[in-house]
């Protein structure tokens, strides 16, 4: 099929491999455009545009698609079908009718749950056991259009989002090829109006640890935060983020470091830290961390 594809970040990057290995035309691909980036600020590429550059693919990024132009630009382009996931503009009805056979987009939950901007963050954090990929025929709403494939995955007891990121990656860009393919046999299915929930942007004021909370609460946060924007806790008037954790057995002050596995107490129950990072230096497992900055028994963060 002649496909136009629309993502931006890593997230999208196997999906556009896929299509491509797949043997669809991708007759061009819509991405964000540069921003400033690392210490420089100097103007970076999104993944998906480096790699659509890496595969010889015409890349176009522009800053809005809410004019004539844009539309009418997008509308020559002629093709059977628009692929979206993880494009981050709003698509106006006139480009989601362009295509002979709309626009799909690949979102990362199982709809109605978990409509909108993070949806594997959101998952975690609410102690979701399972979630997926759906393929949407988009409409105007926000993820409202009906589904038509979905496919089910189980979220671990250890599972962060990053972890939990990848896996709905591959399993998009595998679906989708399964959705172009049986285009035309696939039967709609309406969302329901009950249960719907919607997965809010991470705020990074919630990324600090209260470490009050149940052990449970704070596991599920710091999975959820991890690898961005990271959970943290303080010690001695450093920062450190958190990046992997499990539920442990233990009581204690909130806050305190019971034993030298790094388990810390919480306001009910306890978790162990399984990764952490410093400022300024990078991602350690727990025995490697405290070699270079020990939290010994007692300590309380």
Same mark, same amino acid.
């Given at each position: $099929?002649?496909?136009?594809?629309?993502?931006?970040?890593?997230?999208?990057?196997?999906?556009?491999?896929?299509?491509?290995?797949?043997?669809?035309?991708?007759?061009?691909?819509?991405?964000?455009?540069?921003?400033?980036?690392?210490?420089?600020?100097? =103007?970076?590429?999104?993944?998906?545009?480096?790699?659509?550059?890496?595969?010889?693919?015409?890349?176009?990024?522009?800053?809005?698609?809410?004019g004539a132009e844009a539309q009418a630009d997008f509308?020559?382009?002629?093709?059977? @079908?628009? @692929? /979206?996931?993880?494009?981050?503009?709003?698509?106006?009805?006139? @480009?989601?009718?362009?295509?002979?056979?709309?626009?799909?987009?690949?979102?990362?939950?199982?709809?109605?749950? *978990?409509?909108?901007?993070? %949806?594997?963050?959101?998952?975690?954090?609410?102690?979701? &056991? =399972?979630?997926?990929?759906?393929? $949407?025929?988009? =409409?105007?709403?926000?993820?409202?259009? %009906? @589904?038509?494939?979905?496919?089910?995955?189980?979220?671990?007891?250890?599972?962060?989002?990053?972890?939990?990121?990848?896996?709905?990656?591959? $399993?998009? #860009?595998?679906?989708?090829?399964?959705?172009?393919?049986?285009?035309?046999?696939?039967?709609?299915?309406?969302?329901?109006?009950?249960? /719907?929930?919607?997965?809010?942007?991470?705020?990074?004021?919630?990324?600090?640890?209260? *470490?009050?909370? %149940?052990?449970?609460?704070?596991?599920?946060?710091?999975r959820a935060l991890s690898p961005f924007p990271g959970? *943290?806790?303080?010690?001695?008037?450093?920062?450190?983020?958190?990046?992997?954790?499990?539920? #442990?057995?233990? =009581?204690?002050?909130?806050?305190? /470091?019971?034993?030298?596995?790094?388990?810390?107490?919480?306001? &009910?129950?306890? /978790?162990?830290?399984?990764?952490?990072? +410093?400022?300024?230096?990078?991602?350690?497992?727990?025995?490697?961390? $405290? +070699?270079?900055?020990?939290?010994?028994?007692?300590?309380?963060?």
């Open positions: $099929m002649r496909v136009v594809f629309m993502g931006t970040p890593d997230f999208s990057v196997p999906v556009l491999d896929a299509l491509v290995q797949a043997g669809h035309d991708i007759a061009a691909v819509y991405c964000q455009p540069p921003r400033p980036a690392g210490r420089g600020k100097k =103007e970076t590429p999104t993944p998906v545009h480096q790699r659509a550059t890496e595969l010889g693919l015409p890349v176009r990024h522009p800053s809005s698609l809410k509308a020559a382009l002629n093709a059977d @079908v628009a @692929v /979206v996931v993880a494009y981050g503009l709003i698509l106006p009805q006139a @480009v989601l009718d362009a295509p002979k056979h709309g626009c799909l987009n690949i979102h990362a939950s199982l709809l109605p749950r *978990w409509r909108g901007a993070a %949806p594997i963050h959101r998952a975690i954090m609410a102690g979701d &056991t =399972e979630t997926g990929i759906c393929i $949407m025929q988009m =409409e105007a709403g926000l993820d409202t259009g %009906p @589904v038509l494939l979905r496919e089910v995955t189980p979220i671990g007891p250890q599972d962060t989002t990053g972890q939990l990121h990848d896996r709905l990656s591959r $399993m998009g #860009a595998r679906l989708i090829v399964q959705a172009l393919d049986r285009l035309g046999d696939l039967t709609p299915e309406q969302q329901p109006a009950e249960d /719907v929930t919607y997965a809010t942007k991470i705020d990074k004021a919630e990324a600090a640890v209260d *470490w009050t909370r %149940p052990a449970t609460k704070v596991d599920r946060q710091i959970a *943290w806790t303080q010690y001695d008037g450093q920062r450190i983020k958190l990046l992997a954790s499990r539920l #442990a057995d233990g =009581e204690g002050a909130p806050g305190t /470091v019971l034993d030298d596995a790094l388990t810390v107490a919480c306001g &009910t129950g306890a /978790v162990q830290l399984l990764r952490l990072q +410093r400022a300024g230096r990078g991602a350690q497992d727990a025995s490697e961390f $405290m +070699r270079g900055m020990p939290l010994p028994k007692g300590t309380v963060l």
